[in-house]
Antibody, heavy 118, light 108 residues
């Protein structure tokens, strides 16, 4: 059974850093396209970043230069390093798996809440 | 960046009625469009991909259609568990991946 479990969220002050983790089971992150998607309170879904099976990484303009996506194949875990956080980054962060088709995300984690506030 | 516009923002219907949700793309995405359902406090769930293909385990009352710039998600005979927010997502020109703003299907 495919499962994704996020962790690492919490309350952080503006300008701070946080690293999110997404532990995967039932499949290999190395052979999938893994994304981070966020949802601000009461708002819609916003794509944040993706890492392809090839290792190529892409980011939304809103986080480019501040966030870094990575994976540890030995731990079968996806990460999102978030730096220079601002109130606009407050959201529930979901990791999502595309099995390598490029056409859909068929599995999502339960999400982890990041709150940026002083 | 491709912009997806969903309409209506809110759809008020009764159980047993048919729901018709629209998603319009700012440029052609061929059939590379997916639909997701999200209930309060839950993660999104894949319903439809490739515009019209149902994901594993999705009931037949959910159907998708369209190509190019205009797409429709139809829910025949709404069940109580179908009242939720629905998002479309384009998978044609990405990154960046883009989502529509969502349509909330609420109980009338």
């Amino acid at each position: 059974e495919v499962q994704l479990v996020e962790s690492g969220g919490g309350l952080i002050q503006p300008g701070g850093s946080l690293r999110l983790s997404c532990a995967a089971s039932g499949f290999d992150v190395s052979t999938s396209y893994m994304s981070w998607v966020r949802q601000a309170p009461g708002k819609g879904l916003e794509w944040v970043s993706v890492i392809y099976s090839s290792g190529s990484m892409y980011y939304a303009d809103s986080v480019k230069g501040r966030f870094t996506i990575s994976r540890d194949n030995s731990k079968n875990t996806l990460y999102l390093q978030m730096n220079i956080l601002s109130a606009e980054d407050t959201a529930v962060y979901y990791c999502a798996r595309d099995p390598g088709t490029g056409y859909y995300d068929d599995s999502w984690g339960q999400g982890t809440l990041v709150t940026v506030s002083s | 960046e491709i912009v997806l516009t969903q309409s209506p923002a809110t759809l008020s219907l009764s159980p047993g009625e048919r729901a018709t949700l629209s998603c319009r793309a700012s440029q052609s995405v061929s059939t590379y469009l997916a639909w997701y359902q999200q209930k309060p406090g839950q993660a999104p769930r894949l319903l439809i991909y490739d515009a019209s293909k149902r994901a594993t385990g999705i009931p037949a009352r959910f159907s998708g259609s369209g190509s190019g710039t205009d797409f429709t998600l139809t829910i025949n005979s709404l069940e109580p568990e179908d009242f939720a927010v629905y998002y479309c997502q384009q998978r044609s020109h990405w990154p960046p991946l883009t989502f529509g703003g969502g349509t909330k299907v609420e109980i009338k």
